[in-house]
């Protein structure tokens, strides 16, 4: 946990912004995966870890916008815990850690928030994620849960999202330590892959190195030949010599920050030319977006140079023709690359996404495109001193799009179809990494892991 003062400075600042009214931060429960005692791994919301870094399930909070007063609402565990699950800290000794000097137990919640609808205050509370939380704010606002969505306080979320999206030293070091972790697996993950071994059994290893460290994963690992396939979660294929496997895999720290790194392993320790080419366009692509990271450049413009530099990248295939800013200004270089660049990352790995999307991404000039491709960026806006964001290019062939697109003759001047059909066997490759923006540029969070040709090479298994 971080110093007391750390979350009381957060919650003064919080309550600062938001300005009045009451807070209410509410903390996860159990979730159970078929029965009721039979449990997912308690993760905490993130906002609430953020302002309150107590890891226990079944809490809540108000915090006094007016007053700047903060309350911490739970019950201390009876008998049965002392049984089941052993002594847990009081809820006093849990509130002390943080710096909140009142408690309450969760029955006194719902009577603090009339009192204070009674007095015609505003209850702010975040956009909800979870069923529970839901029925648990209807509950508590006398509303039916249908309406609980669309009453979550726009003031709370932008107010957190600020104060989140920057990061301390401290969370930085946080960050820093998800990421060795993320290292490990990787170099495991290199060194592992090699033909003949199937996916599942590589998958394995990595969540086994996180677990044998006491660690979470930040999401669930994507590891495949498939890599064309964005979010596939398929780990049955049998490696080959030759294949390309996209890796996308990391760990949480103690605290609960993530780490979201992608590497693509060439299956026999060598690429091809063809890859080579592939390869060294979407590594360039991502270093030539690393180095244009800086305070004040909208991330959308940083996801068109990436864009710009991998359709250069690719020119000896002949995919694209004429000129590759036109060949990015009009979408067509999608049919490689058709995510975003990168989005922020923090406590969660997609940072903040739970407040809204758009909410986290957009605003201040840049709204989100409604273009194939470019669409699906999640971050658009200017970045920030102190902002962590994940610089992702990559370049997927995925042979349904290819069909689909020459069948309407998408960007019939600018893509030779013919030649995209010829890499229907081709994958995918993404290279990602997280990177600090700093006060003049960005830097790479971790310890560096292998990313240029000859590095992977070096490491890879024949
Ligand atoms: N690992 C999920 C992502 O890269 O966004
Ligand atoms: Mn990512
Ligand atoms: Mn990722």
Known sequence: MFSPDTYRARRAELAQKVGSGLILLIGNVDSPFNYTDNIYPFRQDSSFL????????????????????????????????????????????????????????????????????????????????????????????????????????DALARAVIELRAVKSAAEIAEMENALEIAYRMHLLALRSARPGVREQEIVGLMQGLAASQGRALAYNIIFSRDGHILHNHGHGHVLKSGDLVVNDAGAESPLHYASDITRTIPVGGRFNERQKVVYQAVLDAQLAAIAAMKPGVPY????????????????????????????????????????????????????????????????????RSADFGRRSLRLGRPLREGWVVTVEPGAYFIPALIERWEAEGRHAGQIDYAVARQFADFGGIRIEDDVLVTADGARVLGKPIPKTIAEVEALASA
Request: net charge negative; no cysteine.
């Open 300 to 367: 959308r413009e940083v996801h068109d140079l990436a864009a710009r530099v991998l359709v250069e990248g690719l020119a000896p295939l002949g995919l694209f023709r004429g000129d590759a800013a036109e060949v990015v200004a009009s979408g067509a270089y999608a049919l490689v690359f058709p995510h975003g660049l990168g989005h922020l990352i923090g406590l969660d790995v997609h940072d903040l996404e739970g407040l809204g999307e758009d909410r986290v991404g957009y605003g201040e000039g840049v709204t």
């Open 50 to 153: 953020y302002f309150f870094g107590l890891d226990l399930p079944g809490l809540a909070a108000l915090i006094d916008a007016d007053s700047g007063e903060a309350v911490l609402f739970g019950d201390d565990g009876g008998l049965d815990s002392i049984v089941w699950t052993g002594p847990l800290p009081t809820l006093a000794e849990q509130a002390a850690e943080v710096a909140v000097a009142r408690t309450e137990g969760l029955a006194a919640l719902a009577g603090a928030i009339a009192a204070a609808r009674g007095q015609g205050r505003s209850v702010h509370y975040l956009p909800p994620y979870r069923g529970e939380q839901r029925i648990q704010l209807a509950a508590l606002l006398d509303q039916p849960v249908a309406a609980i969505d669309a009453g979550a306080s």
